[in-house]
């Protein structure tokens, strides 16, 4: 069973900048994808950044240019800093893992983000 603990987040001001951080607890292994997905209130969860387990980022329109994603601990937790916070870019980011041997998608239990204006 894999366990992903979250950190950071919480509250922002406008134009700062967070950082949030994930932990894998539990057999990943060598072939994998993690990130980091939002949901605003009343909208769906939509990926923001991955980043594969041979190093490939990619980045959401909406975080593009000013955000950075990583792996550290040998790909087994992931990082996203996210500069010139916007008030868009409140919401519960969830960070993910998706396997490919087995075929799984795990997800941590959220973490609140909101931005003042």
């Known amino acids: 069973q894999v366990q992903l603990v979250e950190s950071g987040g919480g509250l922002a001001q406008t134009g700062g900048s967070l950082k949030l951080d994930c932990a894998a607890a539990?057999?990943?292994?060598?072939?994998?994808?993690m990130g980091w997905y939002r949901q605003a209130p009343g909208d769906w969860r939509e990926v923001v950044a991955a980043?594969?387990?041979?190093?490939?980022?990619s980045y959401s329109d909406s975080v593009k240019g000013r955000s950075t994603i990583s792996r550290e601990n040998g790909g087994k937790s992931v990082s996203l800093e996210l500069d010139s916070l916007k008030p868009e870019d409140t919401g519960v980011y969830y960070c993910?893992?998706?396997?490919?041997?087995?075929?799984?998608?795990?997800w941590g239990q959220g973490i609140q983000v909101t931005v003042s204006s």
């Open positions: 980043m594969s387990s041979i190093g490939h980022p």
């Open positions: 539990g057999n990943i292994g060598s072939a994998n994808v």
């Open positions: 993910n893992v998706k396997t490919i041997h087995p075929l799984r998608d795990y």
